[in-house]
């Protein structure tokens, strides 16, 4: 028998048994096509999550100071830590894990453009921090280390800022005023969108000046020091997460002299780590079964059909057997038809799936929507997953086929 | 072709299981034909003549006894064996022509070419020769439904003979066909016949008996009657 014969068969099958095809096509189709929907959207959550939990910078951890915790001093001997310049100084001279470093001074601070005034976030920050945390600079100029040792007073503006605070049409060039003095946008930045990072705080909604400034023009009122409020770094490797922060705060507490695993006076988060909770091959996984289910429904269709056309076919199958067809041509036969009926069935639901994928990819929706992402490895799946089910539908129906007895068939009737 | 027994039934009994009864429909056949043989096989219905063509053409094993084709007991013979002796030595003729119907008169014809891997061209040749032969040329296209009585049994007879069978089996191949189509028929065996291959066909009809040169009647399962004519 050549394959074309087999299609052919496979054909007259679905014909001879038209209602019921449809709905075993079906099943077939919505299979596959859910097989390829849902594990691209599986896969656009896992890369939504990902990207949104890097918007805040990839890879990166971030270290605040806290209090000596109790189990490390006396409970009315906790005092509150803060960073300095030299505690930087000193930590990017001996951490070896994190790939870059960077300081950042963090207050609210009223901004204000003309009549317009609003209450923004404000961060001093260092050309390191600009590059941790990725965002691109959309007009203007980025800050730089000469605006750092001239603590000159320039600010970046996020998005949102910019829209708050400016009218239409002002951008790079404008004068505004951060908790009273006067600063000038150097640079805006491009939008970010919505981050899953735990402080909620939006980059869109910043604005950045120089560390240095800000340390000197709004300086703390419990020390001369220059204050650093949090410090960024990217970790050189994913992988190695906690070594990372092991180092960082063990270097700090010796700086800062308190416990190396005081987890409480040395804050440290890394959005990586949430990642790790969330557990996003979980949610992929689900997916995955409750889209094979699916076709795997389709195949008892395929299933029931062929063994209702085997019964049909008895006279059929004894006539080839008495000509000299082996049993087991007609078990490849039956095998290859329930192959191609689910071929046919897989090759509309990977189309459907394919554009149903392609359709929703090109809207345009918010970030925190996740989109359906397609990759070969999906399609090659559920042709894998569909040859499975193809041949596990059509043993049954063939292994009866394969016991029609032609004596007993070719009776006249 | 040497002259020698081309079957050999010694003691061949076949029981069917039915419900709670077991029906005897062969009861002990010792049978021999030789090679080139036209044998007509009579006996009043339900005697046992399918079941006995049955076991001869290897569409069914006998409960008890032994059945020689060739020389070879068929008992001993593998699956794959009986399937291949199926395609290639046996001609089998049904009274109801079996035919598949979805098929043309040539597709129906070559059917036995398909498990003997023969090249499609070489198959539609040989199924277009073997048309010809029984006086269907020109109908390769049909569909058995398209065709009268007379001529799904030349098509029937067209399929059996494709392969060159030394045997060929035809159970009342002219019983559902008037007078002169079953004439036609018998006259197309017994042209098998006077080429050498050795023929046996069941049928109710005498006259159609005739045409063998060997008669054999059954009754109750088992030979009552077996005469020479020639
Ligand atoms: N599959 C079967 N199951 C049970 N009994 C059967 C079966 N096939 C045949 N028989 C019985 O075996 C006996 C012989 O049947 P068989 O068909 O060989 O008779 P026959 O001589 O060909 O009759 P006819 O001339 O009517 O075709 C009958 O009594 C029949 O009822
Ligand atoms: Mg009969």
């Known amino acids: ?413 | 072709m040497s002259a020698g027994p081309l079957l050999e039934l010694q003691g061949v009994a076949k029981r069917y299981a039915t419900g709670r009864t077991a029906v005897e429909a062969l009861r002990g056949i010792d049978l021999r034909v030789d090679r080139g043989e036209f044998v007509a096989l009579m006996g009043p219905s339900g005697s046992g003549k399918t079941t006995l063509l049955e076991i001869l053409g290897c569409l069914s094993l006998p409960s008890e006894g032994r059945y020689s084709l060739a020389g070879r007991p068929v008992e001993e013979i593998p699956a794959d064996g009986l399937a291949k002796l199926r395609g290639e030595e046996i001609g089998f003729v049904f009274q109801s022509f079996n035919l598949l119907p979805r098929l043309s008169a040539l597709e129906n014809a070559e059917l036995p070419l398909v498990y003997r891997r023969v090249g499609r061209g070489e198959r539609r040749e040989r199924a277009r020769a073997a048309l010809e032969r029984v006086g269907l040329g020109g109908r390769e296209r049909h569909l058995p439904g398209e065709l009268s009585g007379g001529e799904r049994q030349r098509v029937a007879i067209a399929r059996a003979l494709i392969n060159r069978p030394r045997l060929i089996l035809a159970d009342e191949p002219t019983g559902n066909l008037d007078t002169t189509t079953g004439g036609e028929i018998m006259a197309l065996l017994a042209g098998l016949h006077a080429e050498g291959n050795t023929v046996v066909v069941v049928t109710h009809d005498a006259r159609v008996a005739e045409r063998a040169d060997r008669r054999l009647t059954i009754r109750d399962g088992r030979i009552a009657e077996d005469r020479s004519t020639h």
């Not at chain 1, 300095?84 to 901004?111: C, H, N, S, V």
């Not at chain 1, 503006?157 to 002002?170: F, I, S, T």
């Not at chain 1, 090109?362 to 041949?391: K, N, Q, S, Y």
């Open chain 1, 1 to 413: 028998m050549g394959l074309l014969d087999v299609l052919r068969q496979a054909l007259r099958t679905l014909a001879a048994h038209r209602s019921r095809s449809i709905l075993t096509l079906f099943g077939v189709v919505w299979g596959t096509a859910s097989v390829i929907f849902l594990m691209s959207w599986g896969e656009g959550v896992a890369l939504m999550i990902d990207r949104g939990l890097m918007k805040t910078g990839k890879d990166m951890g971030q270290v605040w100071p806290g209090r000596v915790s109790e189990e490390f001093t006396p409970a009315a001997d906790r005092r509150w830590l803060w960073f300095t310049d030299a505690d930087i100084d000193f930590l990017r001279r001996r951490a070896r894990l994190p790939e870059l470093l960077g300081a950042e001074w963090w207050e609210w601070l009223t901004a204000a453009r003309g009549p317009r005034s609003i209450n923004a976030d404000v961060r001093g920050v260092d050309p390191e921090v600009l590059a941790i945390r990725g965002v691109p600079v959309a007009a203007g100029r980025s800050i730089t280390e000469a605006d750092l040792a001239h603590r000159r007073r320039v600010a970046l503006l996020g998005e949102k800022a910019r829209q708050r605070l400016l009218a239409p049409g002002e951008g790079v060039g404008t004068r505004i005023r951060l908790g009273g003095q006067p600063f000038e946008v150097v640079g805006l930045l491009a939008h970010v969108g919505t981050q899953l990072s735990r402080d909620r705080a939006e980059i869109d909604e910043m604005i950045w000046i120089p560390i240095t400034t800000a340390q000197t023009h709004f300086p703390a009122w419990w020390t001369d020091e220059p204050v650093v409020n949090r410090v960024l770094y990217r970790m050189r490797d994913r992988s190695l997460r906690v070594e990372t922060e092991t180092e960082v705060r063990a270097l700090l507490a010796e700086r800062l002299r308190v416990g190396a695993t005081d987890e409480e006076a040395i804050g440290i988060f890394s959005s990586v780590e949430m990642l790790e909770e969330i557990q996003v091959d979980r949610i992929v996984g689900v997916l995955f079964i409750i889209a094979v289910t699916t076709l795997l429904v389709g195949g008892i269709g395929v299933a029931t059909m062929m063994l209702d056309a085997i019964h049909q076919r008895r006279r059929e199958i004894g006539l080839r057997l008495a000509v000299g067809a082996r049993r087991r041509d007609i078990l490849l036969q039956i095998l290859l038809e329930s192959l191609g009926i689910t071929a046919l069935g897989g090759v509309l639901g990977i189309g459907f799936g394919v554009a149903a994928c392609a359709g929703l990819a090109r809207l345009h929706v918010e970030d925190l929507i996740p989109l359906p992402v397609l990759r070969p490895g999906i399609v090659a799946t559920a042709v894998v997953v569909l040859v499975f089910v193809g041949t596990t539908a059509g043993l049954l129906p063939a292994s009866r086929a394969t016991r029609v007895a032609p004596a007993e068939v070719l009776r006249n009737e």
